[in-house]
Structures are given as C-alpha cells and as structure tokens.
C-alpha cells in the first residue's frame, strides 16, 4: 500500500541510547476511482498549494470533491470503496520504503559534486578547483563514457528502507527510523514493505 507524505523534520527519542527519527505528515486523501485488480493503482485526490483551473474543477465536479482537493495521483490503496484514504495499515506496518526528490543543488563543480580534492592551495599553483585531465589524447582519443564531470546536483529520486517507530492515526503523524531524502516541506510518498528474510536477520542479529 502506498501513501502521500510531506517531511516535517528530524528528531531524536528520549530513549538511552537515543534514535534518531524522521517525522512525516501522511496527507489526507480522497479516493476517487478503485480499481478491481488489487494489483493496479488506484485514482486519489489530495490537497496542494492554491492551483485552480478548468480541468481540476471538472475532476472535482466529477467526483464530488471540494476546492481544497486539487492534486490528483495514482496509487495503490487498501481501500475497497471510494472515500477517505485508509491508514489503519501503518498502525501495524514494521518497514516502509520512502522515496523522495533529494536537495537540487544547481550546476555543481568536481569538488563539490564528485569530491575531488582540488590543487595544491599555495605556492603559485592554478589548478584551484578544476577537474584535470580527462582522457589521453592518442588512445583511447575520446572521453570515457561515465567520467566524473561538472554537471547536475541533486534534484534526483531516491528511495530508502525505514523501520516504522510510531504512527498517530488521529494527526497522521509517523514517525521512522534515520533520515530520509529532500528537504523538509517536500512531498513523497511511502509504500509498505512485505516481510523479508533480510529485514528479520537484521532486526533479530545476536550480534
């Protein structure tokens, strides 16, 4: 099952030694369209932001929404019936896989992007921040396909496995365990992960 989420922050419990937690908003969502098939996606309404146009009234027209349900998305959902979304699986959900937009850092240098340590900082040199050499000029002649260059930072979808802390059905809240990606106010979205044999080793390791 999968919901929409928007990060709020980081924190920590009070427990010793402490955890280091994630606290997500699970956004409140209208289910439009189930599909009969389990395993195909089903059509759910949320709400983002002021955005108004003829094409979101129509949807909204067409499926009884109000104003504030202007974003729609395609998901996978418990629910059996058009309606609210249902969240009563995160009650019990162990792990969850998050995925989000990362931090778009803009055009990025070596140094920044890649982590190249640069040229010497004193003694007249003028390599400063620049990439080097990229190739050798008889053989191969060419530069090597995935070469480390200034290009695009961030702004690119990750997804990672987090163990579910706690979840507030009443204020959405949940909580998970480490860090996810993106900023916080970003929008993601979260999808239950079945028991697996990696999962269990790692949670109960006599180590």
């Known amino acids: 099952m999968e919901f929409l989420v928007e990060k709020v922050g980081m924190s920590r419990t009070m427990d010793v030694p402490s955890i280091p937690v994630t606290l997500l908003k699970v956004l409140p969502a209208k289910v439009c369209e189930v599909s009969e098939d389990k395993n195909k996606n089903s059509l759910v309404a949320y709400s983002q932001g002021k955005q108004h146009n003829k094409a979101i009234e129509g949807k909204q027209k067409k499926f009884s929404l109000?104003?504030?349900?202007?974003k729609f998305a395609s998901i996978t959902t418990n629910n059996e019936?058009?309606?609210?979304?249902?969240?009563s699986i995160l009650s019990e959900a162990k792990l969850l896989r998050t995925t989000f937009n990362t931090k778009g850092r803009g055009f990025a240098g070596v140094v920044k992007r890649w982590g190249f340590a640069g040229?010497?900082?004193?003694?007249g040199h003028?390599?400063?921040?620049?990439t080097g050499s990229i190739g050798n000029a008889e053989y191969p002649g060419r530069v090597m396909k995935g070469k480390k260059m200034p290009g695009q930072?961030?702004?690119?979808?990750n997804s990672l496995r987090n163990?579910?802390?706690?979840?507030?059905?009443?204020?959405g809240i949940l909580v998970l365990k480490g860090s996810v990606s993106g900023p916080n106010g970003a929008l993601g979205k979260i999808k239950v992960v079945k028991?697996?044999?990696q999962y269990y080793y790692?949670?109960?390791?006599?180590n």
């Open 153 to 157: 930072y961030g702004n690119t979808t």
């Open 66 to 70: 109000s104003k504030e349900f202007n």
């Open 195 to 197: 028991w697996i044999k």
């Open 163 to 171: 163990d579910v802390v706690s979840f507030d059905e009443a204020s």
């Open 202 to 206: 790692q949670t109960h390791s006599p």
């Open 81 to 87: 019936t058009v309606g609210d979304l249902d969240t």
């Open 126 to 130: 003028r390599m400063g921040r620049t």
């Open 119 to 123: 040229g010497p900082g004193g003694h």
